[in-house]
């Protein structure tokens, strides 16, 4: 199991950017593949990007891609997510999740994570 803890999250207008981390613990991070996940409010939590372990397969839901940029740095044991061109669609407590197994060889899907952060909250006002 890998431990969670998400920071960066905050108020900002349309059009601005923020830059979501999340840290974790263990020695074996570079081992999993790390998501990005958002729950808006009163809705259910939806997926957002995904980083493979090696860090060579990367995915984004549509509505993201061009804005948003999920990286990892495995020295740091950190998951990043810059998120650019802010809209006010994007209001949503964050979450990254890991990967429950390590070294995954296929494609990744939303019920593979088994290890949550407990959220930030990212608000863009219009």
Same mark, same amino acid.
């Given at each position: 199991?890998?431990?969670?803890?998400?920071?960066?999250?905050?108020?900002?207008?349309?059009?601005?950017?923020?830059?979501?981390?999340?840290?974790?613990?263990?020695?074996?991070?570079?081992?999993?593949?790390?998501?990005?996940?958002?729950?808006?409010?009163?809705?259910?939590?939806?997926?957002?990007? #995904?980083?493979?372990?090696?860090?060579?397969?990367?995915?984004?839901?549509?509505?993201?891609?061009?804005?948003? #940029?999920?990286?990892?740095?495995?020295?740091?044991?950190?998951?990043?997510?810059?998120?650019?061109?802010?809209?006010?669609?994007?209001?949503?407590?964050?979450?990254?999740?890991?990967?429950?197994?390590?070294?995954? #060889?296929?494609?990744?899907?939303?019920?593979?994570?088994?290890?949550?952060?407990?959220?930030?909250?990212? #608000?863009?006002?219009?």
């Amino acid at each position: 199991q890998v431990q969670l803890v998400e920071s960066g999250g905050g108020l900002v207008q349309a059009g601005g950017s923020l830059r979501l981390s999340c840290a974790a613990s263990g020695r074996t991070f570079s081992s999993y593949s790390m998501g990005w996940f958002r729950q808006p409010p009163g809705k259910e939590r939806e997926f957002v990007a #995904t980083i493979s372990w090696s860090g060579g397969r990367i995915s984004y839901v549509d509505s993201v891609k061009g804005r948003f #940029t999920i990286s990892r740095d495995n020295a740091k044991n950190t998951l990043y997510l810059q998120m650019n061109s802010l809209k006010p669609e994007d209001t949503a407590v964050y979450y990254c999740a890991a990967d429950r197994i390590m070294r995954r #060889t296929g494609v990744i899907n939303a019920r593979d994570f088994g290890s949550w952060g407990q959220g930030t909250q990212v #608000t863009v006002s219009s």
